[in-house]
C-alpha cells in the first residue's frame, strides 16, 4: 500500500465535504450542483418514460427495472442523460432508471461504497482508474475493497485545459517552449502558478499532466495542483487565484464565453479520439442482474448512436442544460458539441473530429471499453508514483490481471449482439493498438515499460 493511497483515506473525508460544500455555494452563481441538494447526491425528478418494450423476449427481459445511476453534470453524463430521457433504456426493459447528480467525484465514490441498499448509487460515470482503485481498496474507507466492473466507454473527447486571461500572450498554448520562463518565475514566487483537477489521479489530473510535462514543466515541482469541483475552479477564475483547470465542458468553455480565461488545448489535441470516461457498476449488482446490465448497455449504445448524430445535437444541448441536469444556458454547449471552438486567444476549431463523440470516432468504436486503454491508465498511475511499479513490471502483468478483472467488455459485446449491432462496429480485439501522442510520444500496449521509459519527465525509476 503505498503512502499516498492510506493519505487519501485518512483525508478524503474533509476533501468530499469541502468539496460539497463549495459546489453548494456556488450553485446560485455557476448552475452546479442542483438545487435542493441532499448529502452527496441529487436524484433527478421524474421523467415520464414510455413503457417497457412488451417485445423483449422472456430470454433478454431484465431481472430488476429499477437502478440508480450516479452522473457529474459534464459531457461525458450525455448518454446516460439521453438514455433516460429519450426513453431508451425503458426501450429495454429498465423502466426505472434514477440519475442521481453528485456534488463532486469523492461523494460519488462514497455513494458507490454504500450502494443503493444504504441509500447511495449502483454505479455510473466515472474517471479512470477509480473503479479499478476502488475494486482494489486503494481510496475507500478502511481500504475495504468494493469489486467494480468497467462496462462501457461513455465518450472520447470534450475535455480541455483553461487558462487565465492574466496569462494571455506569455505563450502558453499546446506546446510550453516559449512560457518554460514563466512557470521558472512562478515557481519560487509567493504565488506559483496554481492549477486545478476534479479529482486526484484520475483523467482530468493525467491530461494537464501529461500536457505540462511535454513542454519540459514537471507537474509536482514547478506547479501547485489542487483538487476542487470543477464549478469552483471558474470561480476562484474569476477571483485570480486559480491559474488553470482540466475539467470537461461545458466549464473550460464557459470560461472563454465569460471572458475569464482562455483555451490552451482541447485533450482532442493532446490525445486525438483518446478515451475518456466510462459507465461502471458495483460488481455485485451486476452479477445478481446479468440481463439487467445487458438492457442498461443496449440502451446506452442506442443512446449514444443518438447523440453522434449532429441533427441531434441541438435536442441534446437542451436536453441535457435543463434545470435537472447541467442547469447552465444552452448556448454554452452547442458550440463545442459541433466541433467550433473559440478558444479565446484568437485561435478558432471548427472540426467535427474534435467534438465530444460518443458511438464512433476515427479509430472506430467509441462505446467499447478497450483494455488497451485501461492499462495506460494504470501505467500513467505508475509513471506519477500514485501506484508502485510492480503493476508494470514484468510485462504488466500485475495491471493486466487487475483489469482482467474489472474490464467486462465481453458483456459489452454480448450486448451488442443482442441489440442488433453490426459485426463491423463491434470490436475483434480488446486492445486498440499503438497510441500517439501530440508530442510524438508513442504507448504500446504490448510494451507499456518502453513507454515508462521514453518519458523525460516522471516519478518512477524503470
Known amino acids: ?20 460544500t463549495g459546489a ?3 450553485k446560485g452563481c455557476l448552475g452546479n450542483p442542483p438545487e435542493n441538494l441532499t448529502g452527496s447526491g441529487t436524484k433527478t425528478a421524474p421523467t415520464a418514460q414510455p413503457a417497457a418494450n412488451t417485445n423483449i423476449s422472456p430470454e ?12 457529474i453534470p459534464i459531457v461525458e453524463a450525455a448518454p446516460l442523460i439521453i438514455a433516460k430521457e429519450k426513453g431508451f433504456f425503458a426501450k429495454y426493459g429498465m423502466t426505472n432508471v434514477e440519475l442521481a447528480k453528485q456534488a463532486s467525484w469523492g461523494a460519488a465514490r462514497d455513494n458507490v461504497e454504500i450502494g443503493s441498499a444504504g441509500g447511495g448509487i449502483d454505479g455510473g460515470q466515472w474517471q479512470m482508474p477509480m473503479p479499478h482503485l476502488i475494486t482494489e481498496g486503494l481510496i475507500t474507507k478502511g481500504n ?11 465518450i472520447t473527447q470534450g475535455n480541455g485545459i483553461a487558462i487565465a486571461n492574466k496569462h494571455q500572450g506569455s505563450g502558453i498554448g499546446l506546446k510550453l517552449a516559449s512560457a518554460k520562463s514563466l512557470f521558472s518565475k512562478l515557481k519560487d514566487s509567493p504565488t506559483p502558478f496554481t492549477a486545478a483537477q476534479t479529482f ?5 489530473d493525467f491530461w494537464i499532466r501529461y500536457w505540462l510535462a511535454a513542454g519540459g514543466i514537471d507537474p509536482d515541482i514547478d506547479v501547485k495542483l489542487l483538487t476542487v469541483p470543477s464549478a469552483q475552479t471558474v470561480a476562484n477564475m474569476k477571483t485570480g487565484t486559480m491559474d488553470a483547470f482540466s475539467t470537461g465542458d461545458p466549464w473550460p468553455f464557459r ?3 465569460d471572458k475569464i480565461g482562455f483555451m490552451a488545448a482541447l485533450t482532442a489535441e493532446i490525445w486525438k479520439n483518446h478515451p475518456e470516461e466510462y459507465l461502471a457498476m458495483r460488481a455485485d449488482w451486476v452479477d445478481q442482474n446479468p440481463k439487467a446490465t445487458k438492457a442498461l448497455l443496449k440502451g446506452l449504445m442506442e443512446a449514444q448512436q443518438w447523440c453522434d448524430n449532429f441533427d441531434n445535437r441541438k435536442e441534446m444541448s437542451e436536453i441535457v442544460a435543463g434545470r435537472a441536469y447541467f442547469n447552465v444556458p444552452v448556448d454554452i454547449l452547442i458550440d463545442p458539441y459541433m466541433g467550433k471552438y473559440d478558444m479565446g486567444e484568437g485561435r478558432q476549431i471548427d472540426d467535427r473530429s474534435m467534438a465530444a463523440l460518443y458511438w464512433k470516432d476515427e479509430k472506430g468504436n467509441v462505446s467499447y471499453p478497450y483494455k488497451s486503454h485501461d492499462l495506460w491508465f494504470i501505467t500513467e ?8 511499479k510492480d503493476y ?4 504488466a502483468a500485475k495491471a493486466r490481471a487487475l483489469i482482467d478483472k474489472v474490464n467486462r467488455e465481453d458483456i459489452w459485446k454480448e450486448a451488442a449482439k443482442e441489440a442488433g449491432i453490426p459485426a463491423a462496429d463491434i470490436p475483434t480485439s480488446t486492445s486498440r493498438g499503438v497510441e500517439e501522442f501530440f508530442d510524438g510520444v508513442k504507448f504500446d500496449p504490448e510494451n507499456p515499460e518502453a513507454y515508462l521509459k521514453s518519458l523525460q519527465i516522471k516519478k518512477v525509476s524503470i
Open 60 to 71: 433478454q427481459a431484465p431481472e430488476v427495472t429499477k437502478v440508480n445511476l450516479g452522473y
Open 381 to 388: 498511475s505508475v509513471r506519477w508514483g500514485f501506484l508502485p
Open 392 to 395: 508494470i513490471v514484468n510485462n
Open 200 to 204: 486526484p489521479h484520475v483523467n482530468q
Open 24 to 26: 453548494v455555494f456556488l
Open 1 to 20: 500500500m503505498t503512502e499516498f493511497f492510506n493519505q487519501i483515506s485518512r483525508r478524503k473525508f474533509i476533501i468530499t465535504a469541502g468539496a460539497s
Open 255 to 257: 470560461i472563454v464565453k
Open 144 to 154: 475495504k475493497k468494493i469489486p467494480m466492473y468497467v462496462l462501457a466507454q461513455l
